[in-house]
């Protein structure tokens, strides 16, 4: 704690002394940087961020009972926040991410805004409610991956017969602390529609792109949703012609079919399959990651802990904590993290063991 810079041969002064000089400095806004240098600069990431695990079946209750006490439209976002128990109170899944389950009933609509804080969603229950982005919808089915990057118009609505449930995943905590965050609602709950229902998976998710196709402002992809059944036949022939990755089994990463890039800059989503039985060997890497399982069930094993995630559970890995999953059954996983804003800034780092 106390590191003393280098004696000069002088007597060093008493700790009353310096805690003096520490409260007449703190006066004029200054702080010594010795009393707190290994506090800042620590040799490994040092996070309040938790391991924790958040049973589908349980938290659905509460969605029941959330859906009973407040519309949609009153809400204006219906979601339950995901709290870190390490970060209580912060509205914060990992030190930088923000997630949450969001519930919208049969006829209700969630009005249209836009913000500068980047959303993805993963549908976990229910089929053919909707998303409008920018001018257009994509209809939701189980499984998902739907991205609102920054600044991008949203609505969401369920014209289906059924509840619609799904995680949303938002870089809040990101934004903030970059004292980023600019915010506006519309006018009309549901934004005026300019192209037809699914048009950006056609347009873009064919190995095509229209010819003169340039990356947007936003650094945004233009396909923004990623269905299910194809990541699904992708990760399936993974598994018909390669062995698994010891340390992640068959895990492929979301891109912006324009530049090979993740979807939005500041998240990164990727979807993996653990064989049946597949027992992954221990990993790391500097993203505190949150992970929905969508099919299957995995045991999940850190240094302090373990918890068994079934269909639809959510699940937090903090930074820099080591750990194993084995499949019980075949799973597949879905996942999000800011890795790419720390590849963009050169910080990320893995360790295989
Ligand atoms: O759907 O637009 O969970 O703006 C938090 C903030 C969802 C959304 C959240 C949001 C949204």
Redo the contacts with the bound molecule.
């Keep these: 704690m106390n590191d003393t810079p280098p004696s000069t041969g002088k007597t060093s002064a008493s700790r009353a002394e310096r805690e003096a000089f520490y409260a007449r400095i703190g006066a004029d806004n200054l702080a010594p940087l010795w009393e707190q240098l290994h506090n800042l600069v620590t040799k490994t990431p040092r996070s309040d961020c938790q391991a924790a695990h958040w049973s589908y079946p349980q938290v659905r209750r509460y969605i029941a009972e959330a859906t009973d006490l407040i519309t949609a439209e009153e809400a204006?976002?219906r979601?339950l926040?995901l709290e870190n128990p390490g970060l209580r109170g912060k509205a914060a899944i990992t030190t930088s991410l923000?997630?949450?389950l969001?519930a919208i009933l049969p006829g209700e609509v969630?009005r249209a805004?836009r913000?500068s804080?980047a959303?993805l969603?993963l549908i976990l229950e229910g089929d053919g409610a909707y998303?409008s982005v920018n001018g257009e919808k994509t209809i939701m089915h189980r499984g998902d991956f739907v991205t609102?990057p920054s600044w991008t118009w949203?609505d969401?609505g369920n014209d289906s017969d059924a509840p619609m449930v799904w995680l949303?995943g938002?870089d809040?905590q990101l934004v903030a602390m970059l004292d980023a965050s600019f915010?506006e609602s519309s006018t009309q709950d549901r934004q005026a529609l300019q192209r037809p229902a699914g048009d950006n998976v056609l347009r873009y998710g064919n190995g095509l792109v229209p010819v003169d196709a340039a990356p947007a402002p936003n650094l945004a992809s233009p396909m923004f949703c990623y269905p299910y059944e194809r990541t699904l036949a992708s990760l399936r022939a993974l598994q018909a012609a390669d062995r698994p990755d010891p340390h992640l089994g068959y895990k492929l990463r979301y891109v912006d079919p324009l530049s090979g890039r993740s979807p939005m800059p500041t998240m990164g989503a990727y979807a993996r399959l653990l064989p049946r039985g597949h027992a992954t060997a221990p990993y790391r890497c500097s993203a505190g990651t949150v992970f929905a399982v969508l099919e299957g069930s995995v045991a999940v094993t850190l240094d302090d802990r373990r918890f068994v995630a079934g269909p639809n559970d959510v699940f937090v890995i903090p930074s820099w904590a080591t750990h194993q999953l084995h499949a019980q059954d075949e799973a597949v996983l879905f996942s999000f993290s800011d890795r790419p804003v720390q590849e963009a800034l050169a910080l990320w780092r893995e360790q295989r063991d």
Aim: aromatic share 4%; hydrophobic share 35%.
């Design positions: 204006e976002r979601v926040i923000y997630a949450g969001q969630a805004h913000h804080q959303a969603r998303t609102t949203h969401h949303d938002l809040v915010a």
